[in-house]
T-cell receptor
C-alpha cells in the first residue's frame, strides 16, 4: 500500500468558490504529479513537480495552480470553481531516475454545481 | 502522435475463468510499459512494469507480455476472482524527455460474475 494521501475524498461545491485539494506523501519522493480523469477516459497530466519550489504544467491545460513548498506536500488550488472542473483528481509521486514506479493516491472526486 | 489503445473496452467473465486484455501503442522512443489496476473510486495500483528487453513478467495470477517489435502488450488473468473486477490500464513511458512522460490508455473495464 502506497503512503500517499489525498483529502478530501469527495467534494461538492458551488460555482465561484475557491478550493484546495490536498496531497501528501511520506515516501520522501522528489517527483509529484496531478492527473485529471473523467469517467471511462484516460488520465491526463495537469501539473508536476521535480522537487521543492519546482512546478510545471502538464499536457492538459488547467485553470488550477499548484505549489511545492515542502517535499511531502503538493496541494492543488482552484481560485474559482466552475462546473467544467467537475472530475476526479489523482495525485501521484515517484523517485527520480531509472524505471521509476508512480504511486497514486486514492483521488478526490470533485463536483461543482 | 503518441497513443495507447486498449481492447476490449469492457469484458464480462465468470469467476474462475481466464481472460486476456490487449494493448497497442505508438509511443516512441519507448522506455517501458506498465499495467495498472484501478478499482472504482480509487487510484491506479501497479501490477507490472516491463522494459524493452523483457518479454514477459508475472505478478501472481497476472502475466503481462510485451512485443516491442509490433508494439503490442497483453495482460493475462488466470483463475479470475470477484476482486479482479476493476479497470485495467496500459501505460507506456517514453525516454525522450527528462520527465519520462507516461501515456495512458482508457482502460479495459473487467467485471467478474459469480
Amino acid at each position: 500500500e502506497a503512503d500517499i494521501y489525498q483529502t478530501p475524498r469527495y467534494l461538492v461545491i458551488g460555482t465561484g468558490k475557491k478550493i484546495t485539494l490536498e496531497c501528501s506523501q511520506t515516501m520522501g519522493h522528489d517527483k509529484m504529479y496531478w492527473y485529471q480523469q473523467d469517467p471511462g477516459m484516460e488520465l491526463h497530466l495537469i501539473h508536476y513537480s521535480y522537487g521543492v519550489n519546482s512546478t510545471e504544467k502538464g499536457d492538459l491545460s488547467s485553470e488550477s495552480t499548484v505549489s511545492r513548498i515542502r517535499t511531502e506536500h503538493f496541494p492543488l488550488t482552484l481560485e474559482s470553481a466552475r462546473p467544467s472542473h467537475t472530475s476526479q483528481y489523482l495525485c501521484a509521486s515517484s523517485v527520480t531516475g531509472g524505471v521509476y514506479e508512480q504511486y497514486f493516491g486514492p483521488g478526490t472526486r470533485l463536483t461543482v454545481t | 502522435k503518441n497513443q495507447v489503445e486498449q481492447s476490449p473496452q469492457s469484458l464480462i467473465i465468470l469467476e474462475g475463468k481466464n481472460c486476456t486484455l490487449q494493448c497497442n501503442y505508438t509511443v516512441s522512443p519507448f522506455s517501458n510499459l506498465r499495467w495498472y489496476k484501478q478499482d472504482t473510486g480509487r487510484g491506479p495500483v501497479s501490477l507490472t512494469i516491463m522494459t524493452f528487453s523483457e518479454n514477459t513478467k508475472s505478478n501472481g495470477r497476472y502475466t503481462a507480455t510485451l512485443d516491442a517489435d509490433t508494439k503490442q502488450s497483453s495482460l493475462h488473468i488466470t483463475a479470475s476472482q470477484l476482486s479482479d473486477s476493476a479497470s485495467y490500464i496500459c501505460v507506456v513511458s517514453d525516454r525522450g524527455s527528462t520527465l519520462g512522460r507516461l501515456y495512458f490508455g482508457r482502460g479495459t473495464q473487467l467485471t467478474v460474475w459469480p
